[in-house]
């Protein structure tokens, strides 16, 4: 005590420093904790925990390739609350987790060979796009619902390009790989969101495996968002029931048109 008196300013900035790091795993953690609910009930959460990390002024890159890490766990997870119907779709399992794997790991190559100021500016717009594709969610699941026996090769390509948006950003892949399941001819949605949940394991796990290797994860913000992550996802059953699939949806629309514009006016500041 007697030393922080001493030294008087040196001392109070340090201990300022600190709260503010201590305020970032807190901010960190909650965002861990609402994506992990989210994902659980509508699917989204990226929309909610990367813009966070850039907001607490991580380096762009550095915060998706730290989210996808993060992530993982909670797709794994939700992959295995599906087992029992993935039982009858293992071929198509077989078939398209090769371009998952393929695409994931070309998508998080491109992200860091991008340079970080032309992600900073690249980043309001994916995240618009993607909030967008969550708001028009139930539409594509009813248009992908109609069509059926399209050619497998188109099929095999679009998860491909799926992959390849899963390595770089990811956020709304789910709602794409629905459709492209839809135009394989599946129709129980239960069956769809296994198999979802099976190819989101292999584009972000091959991701995650790059960026760790690359060193481009920040390991402590992982641990906590991570553990929000799983957090949320266990308690996202109980909020489902009180608040409802399509309030949640609205809300994670709303959060993403806000962190869309709040990002696209400090990347042209």
Not at 1 to 12: D, H, I, K, N, T
Not at 48 to 59: A, N
Request: charged share 10%.
């Amino acid at each position: 005590m007697s030393q922080c008196w001493v030294l008087g300013a040196e001392c109070w900035v340090g201990f300022s420093a600190l709260s503010t790091q201590h305020s970032a795993l807190v901010f960190i953690l909650a965002a861990g904790l609402l994506a992990g609910a989210v994902n659980s009930i509508a699917g989204g959460g990226t929309l909610i925990s990367f813009p966070t990390l850039v907001w607490l002024g991580r380096d762009p890159i550095i915060a998706y390739a730290t989210n996808a890490v993060a992530m993982w766990p909670g797709s794994a997870a939700a992959a295995i609350g599906f087992r029992r119907e993935l039982a009858s779709v293992r071929r198509w399992l077989l078939l398209l987790i090769i371009p998952s794997l393929a695409g994931g790991g070309l998508g998080a190559w491109l992200l860091l060979r991008t340079p970080t100021r032309t992600f900073e500016r690249i980043v309001p717009f994916l995240i618009l796009g993607a909030t967008l594709l969550l708001a028009g969610q139930e539409f594509i699941t009813r248009r992908v619902g109609t069509i059926s026996h399209t050619h497998r090769v188109f099929v095999f390509v679009f998860q491909f390009l799926v992959g390849v948006y899963g390595g770089y950003f990811g956020a709304g892949m789910g709602i794409l790989m629905l459709a492209a399941l839809g135009l394989i001819g599946l129709t129980d949605l239960h069956q769809m969101n296994g198999v979802k949940n099976i190819l989101a394991v292999g584009i972000n796990g091959i991701a995650a495996i790059y960026f760790a290797i690359a060193k481009a994860v920040a390991w402590n913000d992982v641990l906590v968002l991570a553990i929000g992550t799983i957090l949320g996802g266990y308690l996202g059953a109980t909020i489902a029931r009180r608040l409802g699939r399509k309030f949640v949806r609205r809300a994670v629309v709303v959060i993403g048109l806000a962190m869309s514009l709040s990002l696209f006016l400090s990347s042209r500041a």
